[in-house]
């Protein structure tokens, strides 16, 4: 796990010693680890790793910018100027052009690198979800979204490759959506009045957690994991310490352990930080960091399907 604090990235592993890993200009940067951990991008510009500190290629604006899979030695990204997909190595100053759609929303790399999802317009205005290549070709709709204003995001690959998660926003309903690959089976993972956001889905077991509900303390964190019901409200569980809290899920680590922000009020600034498990309850491991994030390498992953057939209209 990472966190910013007095102009330092900091790290803490399972020995509970907090590191100092490189000095950084703000403590308010988007930190984002690779899927090996290996490197970072402390903001959309910036990506450090055992080759030094460079420039993505990307603006500090641009908060499409992830990492490649499964080794991360690139970024995709949408340029925000032209809303061009691009590849760009992250050790050197590579890119290349890869859109496959009129319009780019968001997009991300299947686990196993093969494949890129990505959300959004084809040349003849068809909103949904797409699949190509890592190069951007043979592309397919794998999820026809038939209303262009319900906006989907929060594309999220499970551990193993097999499903792809959303979120699908209506007027009078949120969904996350899941949906396997082999047969494209779309199910409704979670359905609720309430805005849904921060969709953090485990990269080391079936273990999901979001947020349900207004930035405020209204709102609430669900999980489901491998020991709990699905949606356990992390405010109804015994102990818990959010009483009035806005909570925010920030992701998991090993053992289906996830942490969570805590703030008095607000969804951005310095939080609380805790990690919570159906085994071990709530544990407060910091007070007053920012920019939390968590960095727990990827496990076992699947190739995609050898035939993924087109979504059906409608």
């Known amino acids: ?14 020995d509970g010693v907090p590191r100092c890993l490189l000095r950084i200009a703000t403590d308010t940067s988007a930190v984002r680890w690779s899927p090996t951990g290996q490197r970072v991008l402390v903001d959309p510009h910036t990506v450090a790793g055992p080759e030094g500190t460079r420039a993505s290629g990307y603006n500090a604006t641009n908060q499409t910018v992830s990492w490649s899979q499964p080794t991360g030695k690139a970024l995709l990204g949408i340029t925000e100027a032209k809303g061009e997909l691009t590849w760009r190595d992250s050790t050197k100053d590579d890119r290349k052009a890869i859109s496959f759609l009129a319009r780019t929303d968001e997009a991300v790399y299947h686990p196993a690198g093969r494949g890129i999802v990505a959300v959004g317009v084809d040349e003849s205005g068809i909103y949904g979800v797409w699949l190509a290549s890592n190069r951007g070709e043979n592309r397919k709709l794998i999820a026809r979204i038939d209303d262009p204003t319900t906006p989907v995001s929060h594309l999220t690959f499970s551990v193993d490759g097999t499903t792809l998660y959303f979120i699908h926003d209506h007027a009078d309903a949120h969904h996350v959506h899941a949906l396997q690959l082999a047969g494209l089976i779309l199910t409704d993972y979670v359905t609720d009045p309430r805005p849904i956001s921060d969709l953090a889905v485990s990269t080391t077991d079936s273990s999901v957690a979001w947020r349900a509900g207004r930035c405020d303390g209204s709102g609430s964190v669900l999980v489901t994991t491998p020991t709990t019901s699905p949606g356990t409200d992390l405010r109804s569980v015994a102990g818990s310490p959010f009483a009035s809290s806005t909570i925010q899920p920030i992701g998991w680590l090993s053992d289906a352990r996830l942490v969570i922000a805590a703030r008095a009020s607000g969804c951005d600034g310095p939080a609380d930080v805790w990690i919570w498990s159906n085994t071990g309850g709530f ?10 994030s968590v960095r727990t390498p990827r496990g076992p992953f699947q190739e995609l399907p050898a035939t993924i057939e087109e979504a059906a209209p409608g």
């Open 1 to 14: 796990m990472s966190w910013i604090q007095d102009g330092q990235l900091r790290v803490i592993g399972d």
């Open 283 to 292: 544990e407060q491991i910091g007070a007053g960091w920012t920019s939390v």
